[in-house]
């Protein structure tokens, strides 16, 4: 019994399986291996001749260009190995030839734009960090997102107009949906914009300690698409929403400069000589600035009463500090270097005491009573 095949398998049949000998591939296989190869190699040698340039130049470029750099060659001498491999595909028809070169094209502008935002991110981080004029303009990620969708965009638009697609329709069609999807990202729109806006402003930054009015402190982390990241002295994260952080009283302890006064309470019994307790609390203030991290060295530390207490005089001594979170450390020194001065020159620390005095008739039943 003889087995039917259409004949539209048979002609399919007629079409692959000649493609199946491997010596009809050895040729194309040979541009692609090549390409390849070549890639690799002219990946090293970039790589090495730009890290000696940057090194004489600009060394902190170095991380940014292997990132930029890592994959890129490889990837681009291939698709070229691949396109010269489809001039040794005679076997092929030049509709299907048309197809692969296309593809390969496609795959290969969007590798470009994909090199094209990592240069313009690193490049535009880099200028943030390293120019003097800019440099109250934090570094975020939502300038790197931001500048990534426009290298994305115009990439798009310049390979979509290679290829002959007209991207009026295109346009159109976004401009009449955009108030929908402005409607429907309402909230994420007013985060992004307000974060935008609180970058422009230039009075919070990344590396900044705040205080919010809610009561969150710590260091601005990052100002994302939609959160500022707070990273408080505990080591969590609190997420606030742009919106509401440009919407909060905020403290900025870096802010006009980072160096600030901290002030630690003290208080001496009555009987204290004051013009010896200044001389004593002044003395032991410099010591400690002079050796604990992150106190300023150069600053006159100082010293004012200002309060009759129940238990003794109270007084402020004003020391000065490098940033908010080096006040926990010189305190500490100071009031060891304080309680051990004091007991070394006599001088008392006053504690809560209470004295109770009794009416004579009732002392005199008191102590009849203890009799």
Known sequence: MRLYIPDEIQELAGRVIPLLDWRLWLWPLLYVAIGATAGFLAERVMRNATHRLLNRIYPAMNGSLDRMLSGLLPWLFGLWGSYGATYQMPFLSAESL????????????LIAIRFLGRVSVALTRFYLDHTQALKALPNTSIFENIIRLLVFLSGSIVLLQSLGISVLPLITALGVGGLAISLALQDTLANMFAGIQMILARQIKVGDFVRLESGQEGFIQDIGWRNTVIRQLSNNLVLVPNSKM???????????????????????????????????????????????????????PFIRYHTFGESGIGLT??????????????????????????????????FPRRVVQLEPQLRSAVMAAGG
Do not use: C, W
């Not at 048309?98 to 502008?109: C, G, P, S, T, Y």
């Not at 630690?264 to 000589?273: F, K, L, W």
């Not at 003395?283 to 106190?295: I, R």
């Open 98 to 109: 048309e197809i692969v070169r296309k593809a390969l094209f496609i795959v290969a502008m």
């Open 317 to 350: 001594v004003i020391l000065r500090i490098q940033g908010f979170e080096d006040q926990y450390l010189v305190k500490h020194e100071f009031i060891k270097a304080l309680h051990a001065r004091f007991q070394a020159e006599g001088i008392e620390i006053p």
């Open 246 to 300: 440009s919407s909060t009283i905020i403290t900025n302890f870096a802010l006009p400069i980072p160096e600030m006064s901290t002030l630690v309470e003290v208080s001496v019994g009555y009987a204290s000589d004051l013009q010896q307790v200044e001389r004593v609390i002044q003395s032991v203030a410099k010591e400690v600035l002079q050796q604990a991290l992150g106190a300023v060295i150069d600053f006159d």
